[in-house]
């Protein structure tokens, strides 16, 4: 049962475009939203969060959008760049309930080609 | 201010071994929770812990999996018994008392040859 999904395994995408990178979940009482993005044999590294008290947060070239209707959030890169090539992954939790633990989706493969 | 260490970065064991994977948290924080990746998969949630305590053990398989996270010292994700399924990336993360968001190590890549 995945309370979190990224229904895209794999996305490619042109230097100076944008990335748009999506993730659905299941479970009301998240209220907290993440993304991270992992490079091979290294540890996820934050990228970017969102409060469910608000639809939209940005950061330099990233923004995370959040729909709570339609329990579906998206991470904006633009423009992209050779450099973001990376598995991103976005994770949700209950942090105003008693659970702390990160759910994480199963990540999307962005390649950015120059 | 180190980040999350993990230590080893890679380990070995054979079938029936056991495994120790250690995680020192950023200074300052208070919460540990481990996860588990495996092969095309994302990260699997573990366990959350505070010091001494056990907050949510929920994603620990039943058996030969145990964690700690003592007064002083790293917190310890321990595997009794390896199994060749056991093999995968064991990723240790933490986090401030307010949570906030979570720091992760660059995790321990265990093999069960």
């Known amino acids: 049962d995945q309370q979190v999904k990224q229904n895209s395994p794999s996305l490619s995408v042109q230097e100076g475009r944008i990335s748009i990178l999506n993730c659905d979940y299941t479970n009301s009482m998240f209220d907290y939203f993440l993304w991270y993005k992992k490079y091979p044999a290294e540890g996820p590294t934050f990228l970017i969060s969102?409060?469910?008290?608000?639809d939209k947060n940005e950061d330099g070239r990233f923004t995370v959008f959040l729909n709570k209707s339609a329990k579906h959030l998206s991470l904006h890169i633009v423009p992209s760049q050779p450099g973001d090539s990376a598995v991103y992954f976005c994770?949700?939790?209950?942090?105003?309930?008693?659970?702390?633990?990160?759910?994480f989706g199963k990540g999307t493969k962005l390649s950015v080609k120059p | 201010n180190a980040g999350v260490m993990q230590n080893p970065r890679h380990l070995v064991r054979r079938r029936g071994q056991e495994a120790r994977l250690r995680c020192s948290p950023m200074k300052g924080h208070s919460h540990v929770y481990w996860y588990r990746q495996l092969p095309e998969e994302g990260l699997k949630f573990m366990v959350y812990?505070?010091?001494?305590?056990?907050?949510?053990e929920s994603g620990m398989p039943k058996e030969r999996f145990s964690a700690e996270f003592p007064k002083e010292g790293p917190s310890i994700l321990r595997i009794q018994q390896v199994v060749r399924g056991d093999s995968a990336a064991y990723f240790c993360?933490?986090?401030?008392?307010?949570?906030?968001?979570?720091?992760f190590g660059q995790g321990t890549r265990l093999t069960v040859v």
């Open positions: 969102i409060s469910s008290i608000k």
């Open positions: 994770a949700a939790s209950d942090y105003g309930g008693s659970q702390g633990n990160l759910i």
């Open positions: 993360a933490s986090s401030p008392p307010d949570r906030g968001q979570a720091f």
């Open positions: 812990l505070q010091k001494e305590n056990i907050i949510d």
